[in-house]
């Protein structure tokens, strides 16, 4: 088995986590670090490569949510997410429990996991390619306290306009970050649709459109002296002139989770996030539970 592994490098605990996972793995299977890992911890494993160039059977992610979606935009190797940064709620591991650590990175050796398939979406600005978005797609205003007038179109056909500061379209795995600060709705995110929601409309209310996945979203900026930006992800920032439209649609390269558990809501106990308040008690989950060995 051939494990990847990049760390956040900017976080001492999630470095601090890669050399206890060289460590824990020994000889039961190869590590490899990415190049970005190993210039912060150089030593930490024999062959670095870039984190595009991997050639692994699992990624395995240390840091917060931004680390595990710059990890997805580079490599398609299943990511299993361990948190060592402040939110991590991508995570499937918390790094601060050396006990969970230990046992999550002996059950990827032993097989004993799922690998979970979650909806991204491609987008291209005119005849530009951009990374898929595992979380989602933000056009906005490029000026402070300006807003734009945005042409919204299905199938390349438009259906309306709105003036706001900008337009998300997200993924249902998305539907819990940005477009949730935006009135849209939380999504299961196994399921495959397309959000859009405005930022900050004018004379609009504040809802949001879920879109079934077999169809494309377009907005353009009809103004075509008024640029704007454009936002994968959080990750990456592209400038669009006025008039360019950007198209969104289902992507076909899903990104891949490695998990232990299916335990999504029960994750979202505490957060504020479901609209209601959060049981009194629950019931721990065996970790071996209902878990079939991955083959």
């Not at 979606?69 to 601060?96: H, K």
């Not at 179109?153 to 500061?165: H, K, N």
């Amino acid at each position: 088995m051939r494990i990847g592994l990049h760390a956040n490098p900017n976080k001492p605990k999630a470095l601090d986590l890669a050399r206890r996972l060289v460590a824990l793995v020994g000889s039961r299977a190869e590590v490899i670090a990415s190049k970005e890992t190993e210039e912060c911890s150089p030593g930490l494993t024999p062959t670095p490569a870039p984190l595009s160039a991997l050639g692994v059977d699992v990624l395995v992610a240390l840091g917060g949510d931004g680390t595990f979606l710059y990890a997805l935009q580079r490599t398609s190797a299943p990511l299993l997410p361990i948190n060592a940064g402040t939110v991590g709620f991508l995570a499937e591991v918390d790094g601060d429990d050396q006990e969970a650590f230990a046992a999550a990175i002996d059950r990827l050796l032993r097989g004993a996991y799922f690998l979970e398939e979650r909806m991204r979406i491609a987008t291209q600005v005119d005849s530009t390619r951009l990374a898929d978005a595992t979380n989602e797609v933000v056009i906005h205003t490029s000026q402070v306290a300006k807003m734009r007038l945005f042409e919204i179109g299905i199938d390349r056909r438009a259906v309306g306009r709105l003036r706001a500061d900008g337009v998300i379209v997200a993924t249902p795995t998305g539907s819990t970050s940005y477009a949730m600060s935006a009135f849209g709705p939380v999504i299961e995110p196994t399921l495959d649709a397309m959000v859009i929601t405005a930022l900050a409309p004018f004379q609009t209310a504040p809802r949001a459109v879920l879109v079934e996945p077999s169809h494309s979203v377009s907005i353009r900026l009809v103004a075509p002296d008024k640029d704007a930006v454009i936002v994968v992800d959080g990750q990456s920032e592209t400038r669009l002139p006025g008039g360019s439209e950007v198209l969104c649609y289902r992507s076909p390269r899903k990104a891949v989770f490695v998990r232990f558990a299916s335990r999504y809501f029960p994750r979202l106990y505490g957060t504020g996030i479901l609209p209601w308040g959060a049981v009194t008690a629950t019931a721990e989950l065996d970790e071996d539970t209902d878990v079939p060995a991955h083959t």
